[in-house]
């Protein structure tokens, strides 16, 4: 069977929100295709496909901006929990 999924992780060089980085990886049968990176604002395509969806996603303004936002609502909690 194929499988697609998405990794969500948070890069953390100090607790200030301008020193981490939110990336999402997008994936299929273990291969990274795309990821976007809130250092960037914008996805970045490693595959054929991979560029495709990046293209398409990066068009997406509202899509980029909730994803933009998710570096301070979930990488910033859990700085602030630790």
């Not at 953390?12 to 976007?36: H, P, Q, T």
């Not at 969806?53 to 980029?64: A, G, P, V």
């Amino acid at each position: 069977g194929f499988r697609i999924y998405e990794l969500d992780r948070c890069e953390f060089n100090s607790s200030d929100l301008k020193d981490i980085e939110f990336i999402r990886s997008e994936y299929f049968n273990k291969v990274e295709l795309a990821r976007f990176s809130s250092s960037l604002g914008k996805f970045v395509g490693y595959t054929e496909d991979g560029l495709k969806h990046s293209n398409y996603w990066n068009k997406d303004n509202s899509l980029l901006a909730g994803l933009r936002a998710l570096k301070e609502t979930y990488c910033k909690q859990h700085v602030d929990n630790a």
